[in-house]
Structures are given as C-alpha cells and as structure tokens.
Nanobody, 122 residues
C-alpha cells in the first residue's frame, strides 16, 4: 500500500502563491506517476497536473497552464505543486494521487490523499 499526505494549503489573496506538497510513504519502491486533482464545492473533481516517475513528462489542465508547476523529488518521496497567480476560481480541496501511468483521468490513479484546502480570496 501507498499512503499519501498533502500539506501546504491555506488562505491566500488573489494573485498570491502557494506550494502544495504530497508526501508518500509505505510501498514507495514502485515507479508511480503522480497527479494533482481538485474539487470545488458543488463541482466534480477535476484534473490539475500530473508528472511521470522520472519527472520528464508533465501534463497540465488548460486552466492552470503557465501558472502552476508540478515537480517531484523521488529521493524524498515527495511531489510538489507550485501555484502562482492564484485566482478565486482556484479555490478547492486539492488531492494528490498516484498510479502506474501518467494520465488526466482520476481512474488512472489508485492511491489518493485526504486533500488540503486552498482558498483564494478576491
């Protein structure tokens, strides 16, 4: 089993920045792709960004492209999401996920964290 724990969420003003972290523990010897998803109140969970095991390939949702950067440090079993130029519409619970292949669907990932709240005020 793989356990994922997100951190770094909080309240920020529009235009500000936050850096989310996702720490993996347990069966970390596997070559997992990892991703970030988010869910706003009353909305379906949506894809944000993903990175393959080596970090050589990344995917981004159009809504965050150019503002968010995903990265990972495999030596520390940690993934990051640097979020700049935040907007009120970025407000959501952010979840990290891990799976065998990089993808944009939540069905591509079998392991999920509990989520961290990001609130962007206008």
């Amino acid at each position: 089993q793989l356990q994922l724990v997100e951190s770094g969420g909080g309240l920020v003003q529009a235009g500000g920045s936050l850096r989310l972290s996702c720490a993996a523990s347990g069966r970390t010897s596997g070559s997992y792709a990892m991703g970030w998803f988010r869910q706003a109140p009353g909305k379906k969970r949506e894809f944000v960004a993903a990175v393959n095991w080596s970090g050589s390939s990344t995917y981004y949702a159009n809504s965050v492209k150019g503002r968010f950067t995903i990265s990972r440090d495999n030596a520390k079993n940690t993934m990051f999401l640097q979020m700049n130029s935040l907007r009120p519409e970025d407000t959501a619970v952010y979840y990290c996920a891990a799976g065998p292949y990089i993808g944009e669907s939540d069905t591509d990932y079998g392991y999920w964290g509990q989520g961290t709240q990001v609130t962007v005020s206008s």
